[in-house]
């Protein structure tokens, strides 16, 4: 169970690291390796605390718009993140959208490999 915590941190932090790397709008003020685990982990308790809440209130304009709607809560769990890391900086809807499309991308690619 903690090493399925830590690889979710870890993975966090590369992911948000490899998306202020490529989005514009969305950049890290400092990119230390403390910073970015930081900030993993505040990512991995908002996700963890509030995300299923959200998805179960949710869960109604979840079933009827096919899932598209987690793309929204996904993006309003990126700029909760924003506003409580001040190291981390999101300019807009675009950079928060195509940031949560490549912190997405690489959780799934670190996930399907960190799986036995």
């Given at each position: ?64 718009t ?8 996904n ?42």
């Amino acid at each position: 169970m903690i090493t399925k915590l830590i690889i979710q941190i870890l993975t966090n932090s590369i992911a948000i690291f490899i998306a202020a790397k490529i989005v514009s709008g969305f950049t890290l003020a400092e990119d230390s390796f403390m910073t970015l685990l930081t900030i993993g982990f505040i990512f991995g308790l908002i996700n963890f605390f509030i995300k299923p809440i959200l998805k179960l209130i949710s869960m109604p304009i979840i079933l009827f718009t096919f899932g598209l709607f987690t793309i929204v809560i996904n993006i309003a769990m990126l700029l909760l993140l924003d506003y409580f890391v001040q190291e981390m900086n999101i300019e807009s809807l675009s950079a928060a959208f195509w940031g949560m499309i490549v912190i997405s991308a690489v959780n799934i690619f670190i996930g399907t490999f960190s799986k036995k």
